[in-house]
């Protein structure tokens, strides 16, 4: 029996290895976001006013967030260098992230950030230079796998045996 459910497990490079799958297959697979991923950048206005002799600087800052939510579908977008892959959530030019297999996570696809520390990475998004937490460097791809079991059986009734004699 098969389920009507997705059945989502974490896209892995030894999954990648053993399809072996090209750019053109990879585009037809439906990925799928681990956990919420948030991309933030602070956007300041500075407006400087001189009065009576004076300077006054008024700052305000704005913050820019994208969401992606657990479970949101992205497409293959491209695969810049080996086992890099670019996944865009978004129909917007140049908006994807890149996700590749890390070790520490059993080799799951995460994703990736231009550099790591403990509370943040930096990632580009559309061109531009996002912070996203550290708790989105475990956010993972993963797809629907759906596995038909087939069984075969060769059935044969036994018509019994009766004592001759």
């Given at each position: 029996?098969?389920?009507?459910?997705p059945?989502?497990?974490?896209?892995?490079?030894d999954?990648?290895?053993?399809?072996n799958w090209?750019?053109?297959?990879?585009?037809?697979?439906?990925?799928?976001?681990?956990?919420?991923?948030?991309?933030?950048?602070?956007?300041?206005?500075?407006?400087?006013?001189?009065?009576d002799?004076?300077?006054?600087?008024?700052?305000?800052?704005?913050v820019?967030?994208?969401?992606?939510?657990?479970?949101t579908?992205?497409v293959f977008?491209?695969?810049?260098?080996?086992?890099?892959?670019?996944?865009?959530f978004?129909?917007?030019?140049?908006?994807?992230?890149?996700?590749?297999p890390?070790?520490?996570?059993?080799?799951?696809?995460?994703?990736?950030a231009?550099?790591w520390?403990?509370?943040?990475?930096?990632?580009?998004?559309?061109?531009?230079?996002y912070?996203?937490d550290?708790?989105?460097?475990?956010a993972?791809?993963?797809?629907?796998?759906?596995?038909?079991?087939?069984?075969?059986?060769?059935?044969?009734?036994?018509?019994?045996?009766?004592?001759?004699?």
């Open positions: 029996m098969s389920s009507c459910g059945n989502l497990k974490y896209f892995t490079e999954l990648y290895d053993e399809y090209s750019d053109n297959e990879l585009k037809r697979i439906q990925f799928y976001v681990s956990q919420d991923i948030v991309l933030y950048k602070g956007i300041s206005d500075n407006d400087t006013k001189i009065r002799g004076k300077i006054r600087v008024k700052s305000d800052q704005k820019e967030e994208i969401v992606i939510r657990k479970g579908p992205g977008i491209q695969s810049p260098k080996e086992n890099r892959f670019a996944i865009s978004d129909d917007g030019r140049g908006q994807f992230l890149m996700f590749g890390n070790p520490k996570a059993n080799g799951r696809f995460v994703l990736l231009k550099d520390s403990r509370r943040s990475g930096k990632v580009s998004y559309g061109g531009q230079t912070e996203t550290s708790s989105s460097a475990y993972a791809l993963m797809v629907d796998i759906k596995r038909a079991k087939k069984t075969k059986y060769k059935s044969k009734q036994a018509d019994g045996q009766r004592v001759r004699g």
